[in-house]
């Protein structure tokens, strides 16, 4: 069979959006998981980091769905969470506290 290594089929290689799909369907998973177990700090982490991906993950007494947060509604909480290190740092300095504290 002259050629038949050079025609076999390859895998098919998983899209981005699938592997992505995937992942955040683990995630969720695990989550899941933690919150059965009664782990409630994993849970909140495995959230956090879905909320940095992007996904919004919503507990219901169906079960647990997620969705996509707008690029919109991720540029807000961005905007909240540097002011609220702002607020911190301008607090710290008032205080003499911090970063590039002599003494």
Avoid: C
């Avoid at 879905?50 to 007494?61: H, N, Q, Y």
């Amino acid at each position: 069979m002259v050629g038949y290594l050079d025609h076999q089929p390859q895998p098919k290689k998983i899209s981005s959006q699938r592997r992505d799909m995937h992942q955040i369907e683990l995630l969720v998973a695990q989550r899941n998981e933690a919150r059965a177990l009664g782990d409630y700090e994993r849970a909140d982490q495995i959230r956090e980091e879905l909320r940095r991906m992007g996904i919004e993950v919503i507990d219901s007494s169906a079960g647990t769905k997620w969705e996509y947060r707008s690029v919109i509604e991720q540029r807000r909480e961005q905007k909240k969470d540097d002011k609220k290190f702002e607020g911190w740092l301008n607090t710290t300095r008032a205080r003499g506290e911090g970063f590039g504290r002599r003494g």
